[in-house]
Nanobody, 119 residues
């Protein structure tokens, strides 16, 4: 099974930047798409961005421009570059992988990393 470990979260001032990392291990060959989601207190988890194994990116219009997803297949790592951060970006950010295994497909989540945007 795939395991995901996020890192890079922390406290940043409004207007600042952070880069999150998500390192995958285990059934690497079974990973199809990967992505980042976030969940703010009292709100539902929402999609930030996804990226296919071939590097095709997708994100909601509300996330475009400030958030950029990328992946390094050699390092089995997906990144989320976040710029011009706002207080409303404060949330737990989760890495997600779509894994193919012998029974079909399953979603795998990381443990999450906290991002706090505050002065």
């Amino acid at each position: 099974q795939v395991q995901l470990v996020e890192s890079g979260g922390g406290l940043v001032q409004p207007g600042g930047s952070l880069r999150l990392s998500c390192a995958a291990s285990g059934n690497i060959a079974g990973i199809n798409g990967m992505g980042w989601y976030r969940q703010a207190p009292g709100k539902q988890r929402e999609l930030v961005a996804t990226i296919t194994r071939g590097g095709v990116r997708n994100s909601p219009a509300s996330m475009e421009g400030r958030f950029t997803i990328s992946r390094d297949n050699a390092k089995n790592t997906v990144y989320l570059q976040m710029n011009s951060l706002k207080p409303e970006d404060t949330a737990v950010y989760y890495c997600y992988a779509n894994e193919a295994y012998y029974l079909g497909l399953r979603g795998v989540w990381g443990q999450g990393t906290q991002v706090t945007v505050s002065s």
